[in-house]
């Protein structure tokens, strides 16, 4: 177990390990379909933080890439359709999440804080091509500005 967790409860610990994979979830199912690209960069970030990510989080992404995709495929089918039903339903664990995290050590929930949130952007950015800026430079980032 990692040290941090030691005082969280088993079922806090299994909804923190879940936090990318709810992130994600809701992300990549923003237009009422699961989006493919933006689901396997999900899956490809989770392996990579297990290398990139903060010395003091790599036993976190280590256990959520053992999780991952079978997690993930849960998931969609759990919120599947992604109504606005379903999307409040995401958001209130993504809430728990966010209470359990407070409960950590201050430093440890700062970085993972930090960490999900620049996932969270980057699985949101996957789908984004530099040649949109070619073809539309100002319309893209107007919308997403």
Do not use: W
């Not at 936090?19 to 970030?45: F, G, Q, R």
């Not at 992404?61 to 359709?81: C, D, G, R, T």
């Not at 359990?100 to 949101?124: E, F, G, M």
């Amino acid at each position: 177990m990692i040290k941090e967790f030691e005082k969280l409860t088993t079922e806090e610990c299994k909804l923190l390990y879940k936090a990318p994979v709810l992130v994600s979830v809701l992300v990549s199912c923003a237009y009422n379909e699961v989006n493919v690209t933006m689901k396997n960069d999900a899956i490809k970030l989770a392996h990579l933080r297990t290398f990139t990510a903060a010395p003091l989080l790599l036993p976190y992404y280590q256990e959520v890439e053992k999780i991952f995709k079978e997690e993930f495929e849960k998931a969609v089918k759990m919120y599947f359709p992604f109504d606005g039903e379903n999307r409040a339903k995401i958001m209130n664990e993504i809430n728990k999440v966010n209470r359990i995290i407070a409960k950590l050590d201050a430093n440890y929930a700062t970085t993972l804080n930090k960490s999900l949130d620049s996932y969270a952007r980057h699985v949101k950015r996957s789908v984004y091509s530099v040649f949109q800026d070619f073809i539309f430079p100002f319309c893209y980032s107007r919308l997403n500005g």
